[in-house]
């Protein structure tokens, strides 16, 4: 260290203030400058550069300096715009992560919402549907009954249960038109 470098040190470990003011007043811009070069933002530059300064005047007893309280100071800013950085960058990771969490559990809240509302329109459709046809259908949809088992269970034609289905199908697709673009979407999304 020069002589100066040397004194201003020993002033400083001492306490002394106005020794400390020195320092800071030739080193300050310079670091901040430094601090720059490493981070985006100005103002968490000049922070790190504050906040390495504090740090020198609370532990000033316990500091050793091997080289210059030049080169402890830059190296100091150097470490703690690298630990900014890291830190940003896990900042970043985990509002990626959050967003990402976020997303995918708001689509399937939104999925959850329209099939819920898709289902109550399905069973609002089959109750409009004349008794008859309405067992028809679901024993065909939802029991998954051939034609001819639907008719010799309930007595009837394999014809009837045809001209039944058809009847059905008709009403349920005048009833549900509207939900039509919904379903597609929905099924979209569990195809994929």
């Known amino acids: 260290m020069e002589l100066s470098e040397i004194d201003h040190f020993k002033a400083l470990k001492e306490g002394d203030e106005i020794a400390f003011e020195m320092v800071?007043?030739?080193?300050?811009?310079?670091?901040?400058?430094?601090?720059?070069?490493?981070?985006?933002?100005?103002?968490?530059?000049?922070?790190?550069?504050?906040?390495?300064?504090l740090n020198v005047w609370e532990k000033k007893q316990g500091i050793t300096i091997e080289t210059s309280l030049k080169s402890y100071l830059y190296r100091a800013v150097r470490n703690s715009c690298l630990n900014a950085i890291k830190h940003n960058r896990v900042k970043m990771k985990h509002v990626e992560e959050s967003v990402f969490t976020l997303e995918n559990s708001h689509d399937s809240v939104s999925q959850s919402v329209i099939s819920s509302e898709l289902d109550q329109k399905i069973g609002d459709a089959l109750?409009?549907?004349?008794?008859?046809?309405?067992?028809?259908?679901?024993?065909?949809?939802?029991?998954?009954?051939?034609?001819?088992?639907?008719?010799?269970?309930?007595n009837i034609s394999v014809k009837t249960v045809e001209n039944q289905i058809g009847k059905a199908l008709k009403i349920m697709?005048?009833?549900l038109k509207e939900y039509l673009p919904i379903l597609i979407i929905l099924m979209n999304g569990f195809i994929n």
């Open 24 to 53: 800071f007043k030739l080193h300050y811009q310079p670091l901040c400058n430094y601090a720059f070069s490493f981070l985006p933002d100005r103002d968490e530059a000049e922070e790190i550069v504050q906040a390495t300064f």
């Open 127 to 154: 109750m409009a549907l004349p008794e008859q046809c309405r067992l028809i259908f679901k024993m065909s949809r939802f029991e998954e009954l051939k034609y001819a088992e639907i008719a010799e269970q309930l």
């Open 173 to 175: 697709r005048e009833q």
